[in-house]
């Protein structure tokens, strides 16, 4: 019998939101070790955090300066800034970078020079290798990647909902509105910011917003270049977020026909797409590890061409496909 793989070394910035996801997520699997931890927060609250905000349940404790539970132990650093982390001391193979701050070509190259083999963002970030969308482009990996983005919960829900109509009823063109739980850097109560519409208070506002997902799936699906659009509307939930997405088909397609052949893009990728069959609302989809939850009673034609359709996704499902990335990559080594 031969050796056990070595588990990949991790080393995570940020432990918010997607942040904490990432380390329940990988705690519990058995090929992945976050061997180092940097956020600003003090340990005893990341670990009060990790612990209170976990759906299922999760158990860790601070021992001076490590993060240790049931199989794993991490060195907490109160650092955050690019550079700052000797991510080479703790021998990582890969820094996920969960901040949502520092996307720059700049601040990746610190990562590098301070030890990080490989950068692999949560989110969108600034001249990237390569944007690795599980389910669409996993094959275009390539080991001289060394900064990568693994897109963003709107972005990939979007590429992959797009890549399955269009491979079953044929897409020329399409919009997106991503109806879309509020983010961190939205204030609660009204404060100026550099945007006027993002200084409105997220707790009591609809707030129309630009989102990038529509420009960076014309890279991802190259075949779309020019005949896609988006926005976004923030919205006061906390998780669980809606695509809606209106499609001109190249083919007369009936709503039940739409419906069919996501059911069959679910069936043959069980794990990043699902279907609801129930009138399901946003916090049915809390806990939902899929890429997209398919909303089969959403889907509406209108005309011969137009199809209307409904997708649910939240992060944790994203934060399930950062860890598919970085086990892609491992996979090269």
Same mark, same amino acid.
């Given at each position: ?9 991790v ?13 329940r997520?990988?705690?519990e ?14 340990? *005893?609250?990341l670990?009060?955090?990790l *612990?209170?905000? %976990?759906?299922?349940?999760?158990? &860790?404790?601070v ?9 794993? +132990? ?5 650092l ?6 000797p ?9 996920? $970078?969960?901040?949502g701050?520092? #996307? ?7 990562q590098?020079?301070?030890?990080g083999?490989?950068?692999?963002y ?5 001249a ?14 390539? %080991?001289? $990647? ?6 963003s ?9 797009? $890549? ?31 945007d006027?519409?993002? +200084?409105?208070s ?16 014309? *890279? ?6 020019g005949?896609? +659009?988006? &926005?976004?509307?923030?919205?006061p ?8 997405l209106?499609?001109?088909? #190249?083919?007369?397609?009936d ?6 052949l ?14 609801? *069959? ?18 089969a ?6 005309? +011969? ?6 997708a ?7 934060? &399930?496909r950062?860890?598919?990335?970085v ?7």
């Open positions: 019998m031969g050796a056990a793989k070595p588990k990949c070394r080393g995570l910035m940020g432990l918010g939101q997607i942040g904490r996801q990432i380390y997520l990988a705690a699997a058995g090929d992945i070790e976050i061997v180092a931890v940097a956020d600003i927060g003090r340990p *005893e609250v670990q009060y955090l *612990e209170t905000g %976990a759906d299922d349940g999760f158990a &860790c404790r021992e001076g300066n490590y993060l240790r539970g049931e199989g794993f +132990s991490s060195r907490m650093l109160q955050v800034a690019p550079g700052q982390v991510w080479d001391a703790f021998g990582v193979d890969c820094v996920i $970078d969960a901040t701050r520092y #996307r720059g070509r700049a601040h990746a190259e610190l590098l020079a301070a030890g083999k490989r950068v692999v949560a989110t969108l970030a600034e990237p290798d390569r944007v690795l969308v599980t389910g669409l482009n996993d094959g275009a990996a390539a %080991a001289t $990647d060394r900064v990568v983005s693994a897109g919960p709107t972005t990939n829900a979007f590429a992959l909902l797009l $890549d399955a109509l269009d491979r079953g009823a044929g897409v020329e063109y399409a919009t997106m509105t991503s109806i879309h739980a509020y983010t961190s850097d939205q204030p609660l109560q009204d404060y100026a910011q550099g006027q519409r993002r +200084s409105r997220a707790a009591q506002n609809i707030i129309p917003n630009a989102n990038a997902s529509a420009a960076c799936v014309e *890279e991802l699906l190259p075949r779309f270049a005949r896609l +659009s988006g &926005c976004a509307l923030n919205v939930v906390q998780r669980g977020s809606l695509l809606d209106n499609c001109v088909l #190249r083919n007369v397609v709503a039940e026909a739409v419906n069919e996501m059911r069959a893009a679910a069936t043959a990728r069980p794990q990043l797409i699902a279907v609801a *069959e129930d009138p399901i609302v946003s916090s049915d989809v809390i806990g939902c590890r899929q890429t997209l939850l398919f909303d009673k959403g889907t509406q034609r209108a005309g +011969s061409r137009m199809v209307k359709t409904l649910w996704y939240e992060t944790l499902g994203h934060a &399930c950062v860890l598919d990335v086990r892609t990559y491992a996979a090269l080594a």
